[in-house]
């Protein structure tokens, strides 16, 4: 098994040094946007160590397995930051942190790599196994279903709206039951989840992992236990930041939480899509869309019931609708197994338009 090279060394190197240095502003109260910032970065840096060393683990199982873990794994930050968020109170950069995520992936960084592996497909058209992302929109419109039937019954102030608490742990309890009927079976098969191709071509260029297991476990574990830090520094830092960035929560949380904290899907994704593995690169992207609309949210939900703050299906109606339309661009683009540059660049100008109405939220 070869060891680290020198790129990976300088890379875990300076996310550490990155780690500490935001631990050093938190406690030496620096000035609150280059806090911020440090947090920002470090927690990006985080993301990628956690994604290397579940792609080293995943060559021991298999790419279906790789892109489960990497999607997984890789939604740490959200998770920490979500729950230190409404634990200090700040119940609307939890929820936009949530449905950012979403929002991120299934339009920006999936459109993103549409557009690169249309444009390295010989006749400019992305082609991937159709199970993966009729699976996601089916979980994602689920999801939906559930908060579109809270936000109905809010607007219309009917005797339900008095018991949305118990609305959305019944809700999180059945998305919860659904995604773990669904993900076992993925599991178990990775051909039926569709990444055929991605196994073949992940044989060819693959040996092995390179890194022993203990050296794997044990980046995971301080990765973890770091994304946890640097979450609750990045949410001591995110509202003075926003006042003197003059910028809403909502943005913070749709934007740039979502984006630090996808980080490992962005990158994993375009290079897939750039070496060809189209089906590897939907597959990292589409099960952290899975992951978070019928995973993460409604555990966040439960387990806000202990912490300051109680987070519930209820949205503000424009993320409702922006949510509905986001389940339906994913099944009309990727629900055939195939798109087009111009279906990519769709999807990003989507995602575009809806963070620059956060802006004036």
Same mark, same amino acid.
């Given at each position: 098994?070869?060891?680290?090279?020198?790129?990976?060394?300088?890379?875990?190197?300076?996310?550490?040094?990155?780690?500490?240095?935001?631990?050093?502003?938190?406690?030496?109260?620096? !000035?609150?946007?280059?806090?911020?910032? &440090?947090?920002?970065?470090?927690?990006?840096?985080? !993301?990628?160590?956690?994604?290397?060393?579940?792609? =080293?683990?995943?060559?021991?199982?298999?790419?279906?397995?790789?892109?489960?873990?990497?999607?997984?794994?890789?939604?740490?930050?959200?998770?920490?930051?979500?729950?230190?968020?409404? =634990?200090?109170?700040?119940?609307?950069?939890? =929820?936009?942190?949530?449905?950012?995520?979403?929002?991120?992936?299934?339009?920006?960084?999936?459109?993103?790599?549409?557009?690169?592996?249309?444009?390295?497909?010989?006749?400019?058209?992305?082609?991937?196994?159709? @199970?993966?992302?009729?699976?996601?929109?089916?979980?994602?419109?689920?999801?939906?279903?559930?908060?579109?039937?809270?936000?109905?019954?809010? #607007?219309? =102030?009917?005797?339900?709206?008095?018991?949305? %608490?118990?609305?959305?742990?019944?809700?999180?309890?059945?998305?919860?039951?659904? $995604?773990?009927?669904?993900?076992? /079976?993925?599991? @178990?098969?990775?051909?039926? !989840?569709?990444?055929?191709?991605? %196994?073949?071509?992940?044989?060819?260029? #693959?040996?092995? /992992?390179?890194?022993?297991?203990?050296?794997?476990?044990?980046?995971?574990?301080?990765?973890?236990?770091?994304?946890?830090?640097?979450?609750?520094?990045?949410?001591?830092?995110?509202?003075?930041?926003?006042?003197?960035?003059?910028? #809403?929560?909502?943005?913070?949380?749709?934007? &740039?939480?979502? &984006?630090?904290?996808?980080?490992?899907?962005?990158?994993?994704?375009?290079?897939?899509?750039?070496?060809?593995? #189209?089906?590897?690169?939907?597959?990292?992207?589409?099960?952290?869309?899975?992951? &978070?609309?019928?995973?993460?949210?409604?555990?966040?939900?439960?387990?806000?019931?202990?912490?300051?703050?109680?987070?519930?299906?209820?949205?503000? /109606?424009? $993320?409702?609708?922006?949510?509905?339309?986001?389940?339906?661009?994913?099944?009309?683009?990727?629900?055939?197994?195939?798109?087009? %540059?111009?279906?990519?660049?769709?999807?990003?100008?989507? $995602?575009?338009?809806?963070?620059?109405?956060?802006?004036?939220?």
């Amino acid at each position: 098994m070869s060891a680290l090279t020198p790129t990976e060394r300088l890379l875990l190197a300076g996310v550490a040094a990155l780690g500490v240095l935001a631990g050093v502003a938190n406690y030496g109260e620096w !000035a609150a946007v280059p806090r911020f910032a &440090i947090a920002t970065f470090a927690l990006a840096g985080l !993301a990628w160590v956690v994604s290397f060393a579940t792609g =080293q683990l995943g060559e021991r199982f298999g790419p279906g397995v790789t892109g489960m873990l990497q999607s997984t794994l890789g939604n740490l930050p959200e998770l920490f930051v979500v729950v230190f968020a409404l =634990q200090k109170g700040e119940l609307v950069v939890a =929820q936009t942190a949530i449905i950012g995520s979403i929002f991120a992936n299934a339009l920006l960084v999936l459109g993103l790599v549409i557009v690169v592996g249309a444009r390295r497909a010989p006749d400019g058209i992305m082609r991937f196994s159709k @199970r993966l992302p009729r699976d996601t929109a089916t979980l994602l419109q689920v999801t939906v279903f559930i908060i579109v039937l809270v936000g109905l019954s809010l #607007s219309s =102030q009917d005797r339900a709206s008095h018991h949305v %608490e118990t609305i959305s742990v019944v809700g999180a309890i059945c998305l919860l039951v659904v $995604y773990m009927t669904w993900v076992i /079976p993925y599991l @178990r098969d990775d051909r039926a !989840a569709g990444a055929p191709d991605a %196994e073949a071509v992940a044989g060819a260029e #693959s040996a092995g /992992p390179r890194l022993t297991l203990s050296f794997t476990l044990t980046l995971l574990a301080v990765a973890g236990v770091g994304s946890a830090f640097v979450s609750d520094w990045f949410v001591n830092a995110l509202q003075p930041a926003i006042v003197q960035l003059n910028i #809403s929560q909502a943005f913070a949380g749709l934007v &740039i939480v979502a &984006i630090a904290g996808n980080a490992v899907e962005n990158v994993a994704g375009l290079v897939l899509a750039w070496k060809g593995r #189209s089906d590897l690169a939907i597959s990292v992207v589409k099960n952290s869309v899975a992951q &978070i609309a019928a995973f993460l949210f409604p555990l966040l939900v439960l387990i806000s019931f202990a912490l300051a703050t109680t987070l519930t299906f209820s949205l503000a /109606p424009v $993320y409702i609708g922006a949510l509905a339309l986001t389940a339906l661009a994913l099944w009309q683009v990727t629900g055939d197994g195939e798109a087009a %540059e111009f279906e990519g660049w769709a999807l990003v100008a989507l $995602y575009v338009i809806l963070a620059t109405l956060t802006l004036y939220e």
